[in-house]
């Protein structure tokens, strides 16, 4: 293989892409992803690639089936080009909460694009807080699964705050609320969710106590906001002080903006594997995860260590 690396970029994210490279001392990939007049994609790389360790950076993030499209052809294009080895660099895997037949006649949707990737060239893949760690092993390739816990906690911690309470939204995210209060060393308590319908969520009760303390309500990602914002309201209704909602992924759908202006909170901290441009939330601080990716990537390609930088 050649000893080049390449970072090329969809559009989903180029903003975090460059910040990437930055960090790298690296230019963005020249390539043009531009549409056909029938809506197509057009996809061209505009540089030499042969024999070289490529890196394709796209969160599949809303609209996602345009840039799930975009992030495959962009390395089918690669592939063709012949890249010696592609990683799809997927800050944001979306389709992931499909991820096991909870019912009859439903699909696995994060098996499915984990196929569709690997069927386009990729020989690995790299993901930020897959919604659910499993989801690393429906890749029939290397993936490494990124946390971005530690840039979050960095900064809770420089807020000094004290008698912090970490909640998590629902049972499913114990073990992401545990690690956070551990590192914080904060208290832990957890929401007993319900959820009616993809939108519409309850919550029966908080198991744990919140009253007088600052709550840090900890998620992967907040979509629709219905169940941070309304774990929020529980813990409100339980004596909870300021409340800080803490998500990796601002996938902010619909009016979940809206919904958390509305419910009052301290403020929203969020990585930027997604980009929140136009959305208001109220008081909303972006950590960039980029220095973490890059720092990923470039132990990639120098076959070091990746699981190292969590220890
Ligand atoms: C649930 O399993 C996830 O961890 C998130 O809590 C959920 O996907 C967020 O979705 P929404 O914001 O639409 O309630």
Redo the contacts with the bound molecule.
Sequence with gaps: MKNSMVIFSGNANRPLAQRVCDYLHLPVGAAEIGRFPDGEIDCKVLEDVRGADVYVMQPTCPPVDRHLMELLILIDCLRRASAERITAVVPYFGYA?QDRKAEGRVPITAKLVANLITAAGASRALAVDL?AAQIQGFFDIPTDHLFAAPVLIEYFRSLELTEVVVVS??V??IKMARAYAKRLAAGLAICD?R?SS??E?EVMHVIGDVNGKNVVLV????????????AARACRSHGAKDIYLC?THP?L?GS?AEKIRKAQIKETIVSDTIPVEGKDPGPLRVLSIANLLGEAIRRIHRSESVSSLFV
């Design positions: 909460r919604h939204p629902d499913g995210g969710k959820r993809p939108s969520t998620d992967d990602m907040i979509s629709t906001g219905t169940t941070i914002v309304e998500a996938v759908a979940a």
